[in-house]
């Protein structure tokens, strides 16, 4: 079990720019949630997959943002068109596994910083 | 958006001391977390209460859940530095599955004094 990983690290980029970000899950696990944080704030919930079903994207997931998880393995996080609100902080995290948990293990985070 | 609020929003006691955090929330729910967050380590998961019990025990972790007033608390005995962080309670709505999305709090942010 190596944990949930995210590659980035970090990514500055010029506005109007698209990124892509990748996480990997822990291997077992079959739910992958992705959310975004800013200073002070507690994450807010982006999108969850389930296998590679995307089953809930929140409203802060405008029409410049998407999501994939194909073969419902590792998932991107695409942002087109990047404006400087998109800075923050964006986790991975996954859970399931044959314990079936419901706690969910987080990634380190990709920091973007749009300028 | 946030599900509710942590209080208080920083904490800072010496080592030895007990650090007491109160979370609150606005919709039923399937379970409530406690997550801690450091540079170091990012977001670790803490414990999990389900929305039919009352309170629960890991390690030097108590958490209580009161339905009735949609809070909960985290209790940390004998604090040590390593305890500095900030923690977040999250929750899974009752409506939803227990399996999706957490919602977070704004965090309490624990500063403890060697």
């Known amino acids: 079990d190596t944990g949930v990983s995210q590659n980035p690290r970090h990514k500055i980029t010029k506005r109007g720019q698209n990124v892509t970000f990748r996480c990997d899950p822990i291997s077992e696990h079959n739910r992958l949630y992705w959310y975004r944080q800013t200073l002070g704030q507690g994450p807010e919930f982006l999108t969850y997959?389930?296998?590679?079903?995307?089953?809930?994207k929140s409203r802060l997931l405008s029409d410049r943002f998407s999501a994939e998880r194909p073969k419902g393995s590792f998932s991107t996080l695409e942002i087109q068109r990047t404006e400087q609100g998109d800075s923050a902080m964006y986790l991975c995290?996954?859970?399931?596994?044959?314990?079936?948990?419901?706690?969910?293990?987080f990634g380190p985070g990709t920091r973007l910083t749009v300028t | 958006s946030q599900q509710g609020e942590e209080d208080p929003q920083a904490l800072s006691i010496q080592e030895g001391e007990n650090a007491t955090m109160n979370c609150s929330y606005k919709t039923s729910i399937n379970n409530l977390q406690w997550y801690r967050q450091n540079s170091g380590r990012g977001l670790v998961h803490l414990i999990l209460i389900r929305s039919n019990e009352r309170e629960k025990h890991s390690g030097r972790l108590r958490v209580t859940l009161d339905t009735s007033k949609k809070s909960s608390s985290l209790l940390i005995t004998a604090s040590r530095a390593a305890d500095t962080a900030s923690y977040f309670c999250a929750t899974t709505n009752a409506g939803g599955t227990s399996y999706g999305k957490l919602t977070f709090g704004q965090g309490t942010i624990l500063t403890v004094h060697p």
């Open positions: 995290a996954s859970s399931g596994g044959l314990a079936g948990g419901r706690e969910q293990y």
């Open positions: 997959f389930q296998n590679e079903a995307q089953l809930e």
